[in-house]
């Protein structure tokens, strides 16, 4: 512990330095006009990989952005942990509400600002400088390989394909992964499990076109009127969703569980009023955290049909639609669930309606347990570094990569977040404290140390 | 008789060339590059009343597009009618979709095709003709008016200040309009009732921004279910509107008016096919014909609310939108009915959504009696010239006018129409029947003579 945080002592303003390099490239994975960019970022990476200890370090082009792949192996009998980040961000705009430019970082008040310095450039940096660390210490406890990817604001179009088509490099025992926030700053949070996603778009028709509502209303049936039926009719007075079979596979989580989760800090008061609403709804016999992390939802993201202009048009609309998506909790299956959406959707339309379902995106649910060597050692390194035990959160997002990787290579994840809700990710004046930046560099390195332990005295 | 189809056959060529001079006039009220070409067709049409044997034309200035106003008074003792038009014709556009230009009028057919040929230049003409007709062969039995403004199609907003501005001017015992259409080519139609209308706007808020539907679904009440349950709820099963109070003064009409209403032709699945449905819908108890003219509707003329673009996206919205307006019958008063709706509305809102309300347009229903002189004499005329009864129609539409006329002027109307549903009105390649012209010219006269008759005998 003393060689960690001498280390860092020792290094503070160079790691700063070094993630500012990193921040100033504006790799915008969403934008045509930052693909050199990309390649840029990934070069970067590679160069900074080597630099830290990599044995090996390679940048893969896939049908969109490259992957930064690196690794260092001390012993192929040792554990294998992968690291996985993204270094692309999302668009900085709108760029007149930045109080410094985004892609020029400052350390303003303790935190740094820039796009990406919590999402996830921040994030993952910290495992590159902690591997520096166990490396120029002499303290790496077993193998490292690091996946860096730039398409995960785009939702990672290639990395599936990419993950296959190199499976035996990437392969690992663990997958380490910050990209999840904490509750609060000074308490640690393992992120334990992630909801799935079942999004469809439904369209409705009535009559062959837009009539006049007076020439016809009343005689003939409404598709925005029925559509409003229909999606009425999607969930129960007690916000359960009543589509037959979809609760079926919801693992109900046991006390034990619910009671750890329940030990973590929430305010339901304080929760509203930051959205500012004077009332939260949701399904009736479970709290806000256990809505968000063990039970699933069902929202409309979106409606549409008809005249939305302006004054008053009188017309009975031919058409109405909506998007609709639900998160899911294991073992729930997306497509089981999709296809149960569309049956009962479609059983709830009266005669004189035509119903078109689509599906726009699915994604399984993720949930590690808490007994075991990953979490173990994460709480262990957690512990030693905050002075208290971590808080498993089952966290109402989805990443798919997760279940990604759990299909694909059979390889569980687990996430240590350093970020924190209000590091406005996503949005202007992104910014990373130097606190947690530095508690995670100090923290890694201990779960590195613990992992193996455990995993070696289990092998 | 002879006398009125000696006339028409004598003139019949002036009769169109006459007609297509006022049809070549682009006088599109809703369109500024329009409203020198507004101002020219009505002062075109003081000529024509001029040269018809009106003592008196005028074209009066309004806050919007003038109104021309002229009058034949025979003696100050004898009944008087007032007919009521409109000048102003619907913007033509798609243009790409007429197959002849819209104001360089055809005939193809049988047919004239022109913008403003039925709706409203092609009808009130006939009565311009029926007048000249009238005075050169000494048979007008009594004074007639004309009032034929310019803004109908954007919702008179200046007529019922002018009405009440020269209620001496246009004082009348019947106003006579012909911008309705008949059931079918050969069968007269008179239009007894017309539906009144609220029209509204609601807009539902939740959480103070759109929230990721992933970090709060499930725990956070969702605007868009909730408009969908809101909107579901004022509705029944029967498809009759559940809004407290909303039938109380809605007339029943009698089995008699119910009969006569039921010898309209009509077929269901005729009905159905063209407009592209396989079964219709509207309230439990009640024919096609009267759920449109007897019966009030509530219609979703248009809904909106958070993410309508492409693909998924996934938020929480803070905002749903909905228009909705409800089609009245007698007695039904509009105000009321916003009112009801607006109470009614706000207290299906559920804790957590807060809800605003807006009116957007409001009208009153009209009814005409069928045992009226005015009806009366319509019946009789339109039996010579058709060889049957004409069929008393109430429209589910709605023309505002018409009841501001009865509040106003304290005068009924009487809406004889020789249109056709199928005349393309509002559409590219409107049209009107020269039979339908010249039917009507035909009818007009008779019109006069057995009002007078009735009329004069009653007081």
């Not at 996503?426 to 455990?454: A, D, M, R, V």
Request: glycine residues 8%.
């Amino acid at each position: 512990m003393e060689k960690v945080k001498g280390y860092i002592e020792a290094n503070r303003e160079r790691f700063i330095n070094e993630l500012f390099e990193l921040l100033r490239i504006p790799s915008v994975s969403a934008k045509d006009e930052n693909k050199g960019d990309m390649v840029r970022c990934a070069e970067h990476l590679k160069g900074v990989l080597l630099e830290a200890g990599a044995d090996r370090a390679e940048v893969f082009a896939t049908k969109g952005h490259p992957v930064l792949f690196a690794e260092k192996i001390v012993d192929e009998s040792l554990p294998t942990v992968l690291v996985y980040g993204h270094y692309d961000v999302q668009p900085a705009e709108p760029l007149e509400l930045w109080k410094s430019p985004p892609f020029e970082p400052e350390i303003r008040d303790g935190k740094i600002y820039a796009r990406g310095a919590d999402d996830d450039k921040g994030q993952f940096f910290m495992h590159v400088k902690a591997f520096e660390l166990m490396v120029k210490e002499g303290i790496l406890p077993c193998n490292i390989k690091f996946m860096i990817e730039g398409e995960e604001e785009i939702g990672s179009p290639n990395l599936e394909s990419f993950c296959l088509e190199n499976r035996d490099m990437i392969a690992a025992d663990v997958i380490l992964i910050s990209d999840t926030p904490m509750i609060a700053l000074e308490t640690p949070t393992v992120t334990t499990g992630l909801r799935g996603m079942a999004y469809m778009e439904v369209e409705l028709t009535g009559p062959n076109r837009d009539l006049h509502s007076g020439l016809y209303g009343g005689a003939v049936i409404n598709p925005c009127n029925v559509l409003c039926d229909m999606i009425s009719k999607l969930t129960d007075e007690d916000n359960r969703i009543t589509i037959p079979g979809f609760y079926d596979d919801v693992i109900e989580v046991d006390s034990d569980e619910r009671r750890e989760m329940a030990k973590r800090p929430h305010d339901d008061n304080e929760y509203s009023s930051e959205i500012g609403v004077d009332y939260l709804g949701g399904e009736k016999g479970y709290s806000t955290i256990e809505r968000l992390g063990i039970r699933p939802s069902l929202d409309v993201n979106g409606i549409w049909g008809g005249y939305t202009g302006e004054g008053a048009k009188t017309i009975l609309p031919s058409k109405a639609f909506a998007k609709i998506s639900m998160r899911l909790v294991p073992d729930q299956d997306f497509r089981k669930v999709e296809k149960q959406f569309d049956q009962y959707f479609r059983s709830l339309a009266p005669e004189g309606i035509t119903v078109k379902t689509r599906v726009l995106h699915g994604g399984q649910a993720y949930v590690s347990p808490l007994d075991s060597p990953e979490y173990e050692a994460a709480a262990m390194a957690l512990e030693e570094t905050f002075g208290m035990k971590p808080i498993p959160v089952r966290s109402g997002g989805s990443i798919p990569i997760v279940s990604v990787f759990e299909k694909a290579l059979d390889t569980k994840s687990i996430l240590i977040g350093f970020g924190l809700d209000s590091n406005a990710i996503h949005s202007p004046n992104e910014h990373f404290p130097l606190f947690s930046l530095f508690k995670g560099i100090e923290t890694i390195p201990l779960y590195f140390k613990y992992y193996s332990q455990l995993k070696g005295g289990q092998e």
